[in-house]
């Protein structure tokens, strides 16, 4: 009986080293956004000669992007929370969902840029475009990766099911894919909206 | 057909990357004659798998600090053949001589003098000093992450082979000193290999600087021994903490600007150049938000060091120990807000000078804490005058000069006068070498005793500080004048004859910098031949006061029989008054495998960089697959430790007594 108190105190502590690594690995990112925010307001005003925000931006689409993304964190945070509970199917279809949503919206930014560079807009056109490219694509850089992490995170749920390790698995997931929700958030005003409005 | 094949797999590569000029010939041929001999020996004496099995792949951070000492050693002596050459060319290279390097070789040398210092050699020292301390003096077994630490050495190693590669392909390296600004270090006016080179080589060891940062953050927090409050920590370990997070704060903001300058030179971007509306200057402020708080990283460590020392060799417990940690805490902030006193002559104006130059000004507050804290713990102290000793006292000399040159660099009005000249490279050559340097000599043979079960000889170490200081004030107070007198830095010729005698006079001190540096590989030799007389059997050899003199000497790779209760500060020397160090009982311990996974995704980004340089992308993408797979394939392997019995322990620490 102790022999098992020692190990369910192993793996909680355990858990708690790496919870803290990756809230730790998760600022080192954010500082990186910051960079990438710091280079997007030096430069966004200089279209040199090239379209400026106000003509590249399309509201709707963004907004969509913007609610998509919103509603895959809340199905990310319920599959953590079936997770716990040990509801296998519940947890992977949510999960399921959440990628779904989060393919749509690297479908709609791909679109986006697709578009842009297709008019000759592309990110070496102007130090402006250059900027909202390399910002709004790191991101979505990060989906991608977050999508490859989500794809195989779902094999291995299927074959080794909700083990003390594989919970621990969802919820890192889940906490970096929050943590790319609060750095949309931040692009859609900053970027966005400002863009539009300034 | 075959050509658009060849560009596809190779790239840029072809014959005339490989070396042709004296100095490629001779870095290659160096290079690989010390691969072959190493090879020759390991296979001659059997030893690949013991290499192997014992070293590289392993996870113990007393082994992987020693590693990381061995590499950056090597790095160490490679930089200061580069301090060699650039001494060498301005002592000659005056009026009608123009030395033995010409113009672009000299840019070369000294842009990889600075970076292999910076990166491979300081860096590289204070990680294995970290990795060799920290978790004996917090009481714990492992790091956080073992595997982190592991992967963060490899791509630090990673990274100093990709520096040194292009003497074998290529030829160039970057000719636009070590911080690479731009728009120097654009395409347009470098567009040469050498940047390329520059870039991926950082961005590789970089990433290994930030898991390593992590890591000891999260060590530090989440693992001290029970009973060890924050205000209970050694001081080195504080000092590791305050220089951990500066590393995690500034090196993403390394690692998004090399990233922009890359985008400006592989895909056309407009971040930095001067045309289509970028902006040169973003970089020089973005970069030295980095550069600025990272000679605080190298600074911190050292810091800790000496407070250690002072107070063992002094019998005392650290005086305003408190102060001591605000002063470490004050240092970590204030670094974050001064990085602009590098340029205030780019023209920012001069309330922004004015603010920064103050900000620059507050820092002397809480080191002057430090001071305090120091001299403090010296009064009335009973001080034994030990080596480590001798190299705190040659510290405070250098550091105390160098700081004031630097209280007057810190002055917007007085900095115009002096920027870039040769008084700035004095001082900050004063700070690293005589404040980081001489710290973790001190470090090195204070603590070598602990993992070898030998002192070092005393005598040579003392000749050994004599010659350093002897030597950098006769190498570097020539700088000083020189750069009153007008000389800029990177100068590889110069039409003025008066300063040729200062020049002169500098090379004499590199010489005497060079037996200092030959006294100390004797000190190591000797000690090593003559290790009977010099044995430690009590693995307490200088009285000391924190947990990692508590354990024996060499360490057994589980650290502690079983993990220490801590009831103050100074855990040990309390153990040590109450008479608890007798009292030892067996546990269960959990030891995490060894794993070539550090190794494997390390190559995987080695690969992937040299690839970068060369645009060989089919074999980036490979590489890059690579490295995904083996981060799969680890982060769903659950078998990584295993349990060491307790009657196992008992019996290697039987076997180790009886020896």
Redesign the interface.
């Known amino acids: 009986m102790t022999a098992t108190l020692v190990e369910v105190h ?1 793996a909680e502590e355990k858990a ?3 919870y ?2 990756f809230w ?2 998760l ?3 954010l ?2 956004f ?3 925010f ?2 997007f307001a ?2 966004r005003s ?3 000669s090239g379209p400026t925000e106000k003509d590249i931006y399309q509201l709707p689409l963004v907004l969509a992007e913007t609610f998509i993304l919103l509603i895959s964190s809340y199905t990310a945070g319920l599959a953590v929370y079936s997770a716990n509970k040990g509801r296998l199917k519940t947890a992977q279809v949510l999960l399921y969902t959440t990628g779904v949503l989060g393919l749509s919206f690297l479908t709609l930014e791909l679109t986006e840029f697709s578009h842009l560079i297709s008019d000759g807009n592309g ?6 475009l ?2 909202y ?2 910002l709004v694509g790191t991101h979505g850089l990060h989906i991608t990766v977050g999508l ?1 992490w989500l794809v ?1 995170l779902l094999i ?1 749920l299927a074959k080794r099911g909700l083990s003390e ?1 594989m919970i621990r ?1 969802v919820t890192l997931f889940s906490m970096f894919w929050h943590f790319l929700d609060i750095v949309w958030i931040f692009i859609f005003s900053i970027v966005y909206l400002m863009g539009v409005s300034l | 057909m075959i050509d658009s094949l060849r560009v596809l797999v190779l790239g840029k590569l072809d014959w005339s990357a490989l070396p042709h000029e004296w100095f490629t010939i001779g870095g290659t041929v160096a290079l690989s004659g010390m691969l072959l001999t190493v090879i020759a020996m390991l296979t001659y004496f059997k030893r690949w798998k013991w290499l192997w099995k014992e070293w590289l792949t392993s996870t113990d951070p007393k082994r992987i600090g020693i590693m990381y000492i061995v590499i950056a050693g090597l790095m160490l002596f490679r930089g200061a053949l580069d301090a060699m050459m650039i001494w060498i060319q301005q002592s000659l290279s005056l009026g009608e001589s123009h030395g033995y390097l010409t113009g672009p070789h000299f840019q070369q040398i000294f842009t990889a003098h600075g970076d292999i210092m910076v990166f491979f050699a300081t860096m590289g020292l204070l990680a294995g000093l970290m990795n060799l301390i920290v978790p004996l003096q917090i009481g714990a077994r492992d790091l ?2 073992p595997l ?1 630490n592991t992967l963060g050495f490899w791509l630090y190693v990673g990274g100093a082979i990709l520096i040194n590669m292009f003497f074998v392909f290529g030829g160039e390296f970057a000719a636009v000193g070590w911080l690479a600004q731009t728009p120097l270090s654009e395409l347009q006016y470098s567009p040469g290999t050498g940047v390329d080179y520059w870039i991926w080589s950082l961005q590789v060891s970089g990433l290994g600087s ?1 898991f390593t940062g ?2 000891f ?2 060590t530090i ?3 001290r021994a029970p009973g060890m409050t924050l205000l209970r920590m050694p001081a080195f370990t504080w000092a590791t903490l305050c220089s951990s997070v500066i590393i ?2 500034i ?3 390394l ?3 090399i990233a ?1 300058l890359t ?2 030179r592989y ?5 930095f ?1 001067t045309t ?4 040169p200057m ?1 970089y020089i402020n ?1 970069i030295w938000m980095w550069g600025h708080p990272e000679v605080y990283v190298l600074i911190l460590p050292s810091y800790g060091v000496y407070s250690e020392i002072v107070a063992t060799f002094s019998r005392k417990r650290t005086a305003l120990y408190v102060s001591n940690v605000i002063g470490l805490l004050g240092v970590t902030a204030i670094a974050m807000l001064v990085w602009l006193h590098h340029f205030f002559t780019m023209g920012a104006g001069a309330d922004v000078n004015a603010a920064f130059g103050i900000s620059t000004e507050f820092i002397v507050l809480p080191t002057a804490l430090l001071f305090a804290s120091w001299l403090l713990t010296m009064f009335r102290g009973r001080i034994k005058l030990a080596s480590p000793m001798f190299w705190f006292l040659a510290f405070v000399s250098t550091f105390t000069f160098g700081g004031l040159a630097g209280m007057l660099l810190a002055f917007p009005a007085a900095d115009y006068q002096v920027h870039n000249s040769l008084f700035l490279v004095a001082h900050f050559h004063t700070q690293i070498v005589g404040g980081a340097l001489f710290g973790i000599f001190a470090a090195i043979t204070y603590w070598f005793p602990k993992f070898t079960g030998f002192k070092l000889n005393e005598t040579l170490g003392k000749y050994a500080v004599a010659l350093w200081l002897t030597g950098f004030f006769l190498a570097f107070l020539p700088l000083y004048i020189l750069g009153f007198m007008g000389a800029t830095r990177r100068l590889d010729h110069y039409t003025n004859p008066s300063w040729q005698p200062l020049f002169m006079v500098s090379v004499v001190g590199f010489l005497v910098l060079c037996t200092g540096a030959l006294t100390q590989i004797l000190q190591i030799v000797v000690s090593i031949v003559q290790r009977r007389q010099y044995r430690d059997a009590t693995g307490d050899p200088w009285d000391g006061r924190t947990l990692e003199w508590s354990t024996p000497s060499p360490v057994p790779f589980y650290n502690f029989t079983s993990i220490p209760e801590v009831h103050s500060r100074d855990a040990f020397w309390e153990m040590k008054q109450s008479g608890q160090t007798a009292k030892k009982h067996y546990e269960d311990i ?1 030891v995490p495998k060894n794993t070539p996974f550090g190794i494997y995704i390390a190559a995987a980004a080695f690969v992937f960089g040299f690839a970068m340089v060369w645009h060989m992308f089919l074999i980036a993408a490979i590489a890059l697959v690579a490295a ?1 797979l083996c981060v ?1 394939i680890r ?2 392997d ?1 078998d990584t430790e295993y349990v060491l019995p307790a009657s196992k322990v008992r019996e290697l620490e039987k076997a180790r007594e009886a020896a």
Do not use: C, Q, W
């Not at chain 2, 289509?276 to 902006?279: D, K, L, R, S, V």
């Open positions: 192993r708690r080293k790496t803290f690594l730790v690995y600022m080192t990112d500082l990186m910051a960079g990438l710091a280079a030096v430069l200089n279209s040199f990110p070496s056109r102007s130090a402006f250059s900027s490219f390399s490859l195989i291995f390790s698995k | 956080a992450s982190l930030l992590i890591n953050l999260a927090i989440k693992m995690i704060t090196f993403p903001i690692a998004i600007t922009m985008l400006d895909l056309g971007t407009h971040f150049t289509g509306g970028g902006n973003m973005l959990e995904l799969i982060t769903f659950e």
